[in-house]
């Protein structure tokens, strides 16, 4: 039978919810917890039960989750498992049940449900996790040799710089199993592919890294939809699975090119434009607006990623002639009509997200075109300079942070192109300008405004994430293994 997304996600609740688990809706991508920047995991909207701050409404909950990492922006379409926006469905114990029961209805779920073949799976446990172990081994009957002790990176699982955590074991599945079991590499992303993490949820970490037991031992679990259904739907990526191709068979339809024929990097394009495109949905649907702080600033990043993608494939226009019109509000089409089972109330914010997106976009489409003219010639004067006097040819801050501020490109968007010139931009001449203008403005940055929802919620101690510089800029999801 195929598994669609919809019946993988359908299937993984109802799992649950037959094993004394409430299925609760997904929160939204905006946390309600200052000390975390956007909803990079299920176990967010839990974690004041878990630390004991809120008593628990049900012994144990299940939900798919929307989540983005942002740290994981540079794989998007280069590793076949990463996006930016993704689903995680878990499952949650508050002081409830723990290992043993996690560990075989995590087997049970993906061997009876699913039907994996129990040979194809592997596990990790935390390196003196001897427990774990134990219940992999004996009670489950996992060969000793598929399963690898590893260590803090790996299987330690917190969700941020404090707050809940505690040793992980996760469940990977192998492509090449022909490999062999000898020097087998859980992390080699051409033959496995990690898909459940099970968190001992057993410690708060707090501000000064130590580690203090909580009161209750939980489970909190993450499962990555897209990765079940690659696995189950038998194709080579995340991308090509039904919850994100109609979105890239789209694109590629409006650039007038064809993803099976593509070469590498038309699709590792077509691909950047299919993540971003859901990330920048969810998230406007979540009240963030582009801007140039914060959380707003995330959206504008990948919405201006995606327009310089396309208009690089050929996307031009608005699909109905007009080519000074906008193409995201289009693409924008396809992600919503697949959100229903996502997001129920994305389709109801259709229009407020699609004038957003379009606003964006001419406003950016406009500046886009002085901006590369400049940004062409800065980089043959680079390279001529450097063809002089042999050095490596490089970009100053002052250029790059010109482009930034004057031209409205993104650092990020400034050193791709760079680099696909072979020139290198000088990150850190650019923060050293962007903490100059810090100092001149840091009054008016002291409060993020974002709008969550129907409320507006004035949030104090967001990092101003815009001006730690280009090394930490993205790094603010702080996750583990
Ligand atoms: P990886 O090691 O592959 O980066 P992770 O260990 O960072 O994954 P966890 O924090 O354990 O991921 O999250 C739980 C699950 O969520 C993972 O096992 C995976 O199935 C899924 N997941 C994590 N990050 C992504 C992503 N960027 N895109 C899609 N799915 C993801
Ligand atoms: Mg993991
Ligand atoms: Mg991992
Ligand atoms: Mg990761």
């Known amino acids: 039978a195929e598994w669609r997304g919809d019946a993988i ?35 967010l909207q839990f974690k004041p039960i878990f630390l004991g701050k ?10 798919s989750q929307k989540c983005i990492r942002t740290n994981d922006i540079e794989n998007v379409g280069r590793t076949s498992r990463h996006q930016t926006f993704f689903e995680m469905l878990g499952n949650f114990s508050f002081g409830d049940y723990f290992k043993k029961d996690a560990i075989k209805w995590a087997w049970e779920l993906t061997t009876k449900e699913y039907g994996l073949p129990p040979e194809r799976l592997w596990i990790s446990v935390f390196e003196d ?12 009957g996992v060969p000793k040799e598929r399963i690898k002790r590893m260590g803090e990176d790996d299987n330690f699982w917190t969700s941020g710089a404090t707050g809940p955590c505690g040793p992980c074991s996760e469940m990977y599945y192998d492509f090449h199993p022909e490999r062999g079991s000898l020097n087998a590499d859980l992390n080699d992303d051409s033959r496995f592919i990690e898909f459940y993490n099970l968190v001992f949820m ?21 499962m990555g939809l897209e990765r079940m259904a690659r696995i189950l739907q038998n194709v080579p990526n ?32 077509l691909k950047v434009i299919g993540d971003h495109m859901r990330a920048v949905v969810y998230l406007i649907s979540d009240g963030v607006i582009p801007s140039n702080i914060g959380r707003g600033y995330v959206v504008r990043r990948l919405i ?22 906008a193409f995201l509000p289009l693409l924008a089409e396809t992600v919503i009509s697949l959100s229903s089972e996502i997001d129920p109330d994305v389709e109801s914010r259709r229009k407020s997200i699609l004038g957003e997106l379009q606003r964006e976009e001419l406003r950016f489409v406009q500046t886009l075109g002085r901006g590369e003219k400049l940004l062409d010639e800065l980089l043959d004067e680079a390279l001529v300079s450097a063809g002089d006097d042999g050095d490596k040819p490089c970009l100053s801050g002052k250029d790059v942070f010109l482009l930034y501020d004057t031209y409205g490109f993104p650092v990020e968007i400034t050193a791709e192109i760079a680099s696909e010139r072979g020139v290198t931009v000088d990150m850190k001449g650019f923060d050293i300008e962007m903490e100059n203008q810090r100092k001149q403005s840091q009054a008016a940055h002291n409060v993020i405004k974002l709008s969550v929802g129907n409320e507006t919620e004035i949030v104090k101690s967001i990092p101003d994430t815009e001006f730690l510089g280009y090394e930490s800029l993205f790094a603010t999801a702080v996750v583990k293994g």
């Not at 919810?17 to 299925?23: D, M, Y």
């Not at 037991?213 to 679990?221: A, G, R, S, V, Y």
């Not at 064809?258 to 990097?265: P, V």
Request: net charge negative; charged share 25%; with cysteine.
């Open 54 to 63: 809120e008593p628990r409404r049900v012994p144990c909950a299940t939900t």
């Open 202 to 222: 057993q410690y708060n970490k707090n501000d000064d890294g130590s580690l203090e037991p909580l009161k209750q031992k939980n489970i909190d679990t993450g």
């Open 238 to 269: 995340n991308y090509e699975t039904d919850l994100i191709f109609p979105i890239i068979e789209k694109a590629a339809s409006m650039a007038l090119v064809s993803y099976s024929t593509a070469d590498e990097a038309m699709r590792t394009n």
């Open 129 to 140: 996790d001897d427990e774990a172990f134990s219940i992999w081994l004996n009670e489950v």
């Open 304 to 325: 201006r990623r995606v327009v310089r993608t396309g208009r690089l494939i050929g996307m031009r226009g608005d699909g109905h002639g007009n080519s000074d019109g």
């Open 9 to 43: 996600r359908r299937r993984f609740l109802d799992f649950y919810a037959a094993r004394g688990h409430k299925i609760l809706p997904s929160s939204s991508l905006v946390p309600d917890d200052p000390t975390v920047f956007l909803t990079i995991a299920g176990m």
